[in-house]
């Protein structure tokens, strides 16, 4: 029986985190963070794009060399981002410029 225990409390504690998770979504989005994942690109004048994964919109995030992005400076990161656009000519095709006003690490 302690086997039939232990196995349940670890399903509890998986959906716990599951619907701590979906709450987490919830508050970033009511708050207007996007859901996204950064692409490093190897070619082009965009190193990093940004696709936010609700509608596929690709992003230039041009002021991603800033200190503070090291950390998500990384191919397929999951992130919630929060952004301005930015009215200026396209650095690279497909890609929207913007500006990353603030940006937190996804875990799935």
């Not at 859901?35 to 190193?47: E, L, R, T």
């Not at 990161?77 to 930015?86: C, D, G, M, N, P």
């Not at 200026?88 to 410029?97: I, S």
């Amino acid at each position: 029986t302690l086997g039939c225990n232990t196995t349940q409390s670890a399903v509890q504690e998986s959906n716990d985190t599951n619907t701590e998770m979906k709450n987490t979504d919830k508050t970033l989005l009511e708050e207007g963070y996007k859901v996204g994942m950064i692409k490093y690109n190897k070619s082009g004048d965009c190193p990093y794009i940004i696709i936010d994964q609700e509608n596929n919109l690709q992003y230039d995030p041009i002021n991603f060399d800033e200190e503070k992005f090291i950390e998500f400076k990384t191919n397929d990161v999951k992130v919630y981002f929060k952004f301005r656009l930015l009215r200026m000519k396209n650095r690279c095709d497909e890609t929207q410029p913007i500006e990353v006003v603030d940006i937190k690490k996804r875990e799935d």
